[in-house]
């Protein structure tokens, strides 16, 4: 079960891959967090990744699919995987298509998840993140019992720089002009569903394994 997800920041991409790679026994591969690993680990790519991500922009595709490549090279992403914000450009994907065509392998499905600019605004001004952790909350929908402390380690919560608001509707504008081309590029090759991005969680968990059950493997 090889699935990619797309959608615009804050569309629920995350929240989903991570339960569902669970459900199925299958690495969920973040590449934004792989981004901010680099970063807090200061590693080579972690001043040109950061100058980006500050602004709101795409991480050049070269740094993301060498991350991706060595990511798929792990042993727990030999029987599948979930990948999480990759491709994000036309570029990635034929990059991600040889990449896999030299594991002999191929994507199954991609799944587009369409959200409202109003409520991706909503969803991601209001997210608070652990420092220690890095475990999600959000100040309306899914508050802390204790206001700026994690529920789970205590640490301290914070807004990152890249969910104020003009950071986030710069990163909306950028994934319209770069990454939407990609609907056409998968919907051309037979590759492409779509969910829902708003509604109740289990829903669109719902929704999501009727589209994966469904695929030939």
Request: net charge neutral.
């Amino acid at each position: 079960m090889r699935v990619a997800f797309l959608g615009p920041p804050g569309a629920g991409k995350g929240t989903q891959a991570s339960e569902l790679a669970r459900e199925w026994s299958v690495p969920h591969i973040a590449t934004g967090d792989m981004l901010r690993a680099a970063v807090a680990a200061g590693t080579p790519l972690a001043g040109e990744a950061r100058a980006y991500m500050d602004r709101g922009e795409l991480v050049p595709d070269s740094v993301i699919v060498a991350m991706v490549g060595e990511r798929l090279a792990q042993a727990d992403a030999a029987r599948g995987y979930i990948l999480d914000g990759v491709p994000r450009t036309v570029p990635q994907a034929e990059a991600l298509d040889q990449l896999l065509k030299d594991r002999r392998q191929a994507l199954d499905r991609v799944v587009y998840f369409d959200v409202s600019e109003a409520e991706i605004l909503r969803r991601m001004t209001g997210r608070r993140v652990c420092r220690r952790c890095g475990e999600t909350f959000h100040v309306i929908s899914a508050p802390p019992k204790r206001e700026a402390v994690c529920d789970r380690c205590d640490g301290e919560l914070y807004h990152r720089d890249d969910d104020s608001e003009a950071t986030v509707r710069r990163r909306l504008e950028v994934y319209a002009q770069q990454t939407a081309p990609l609907l056409a590029y998968y919907r051309d090759r037979g590759m492409l569903a779509t969910v829902p991005g708003q509604g109740a969680i289990d829903d669109i968990r719902a929704a999501l394994r009727r589209i994966v059950d469904g695929v030939p493997r």
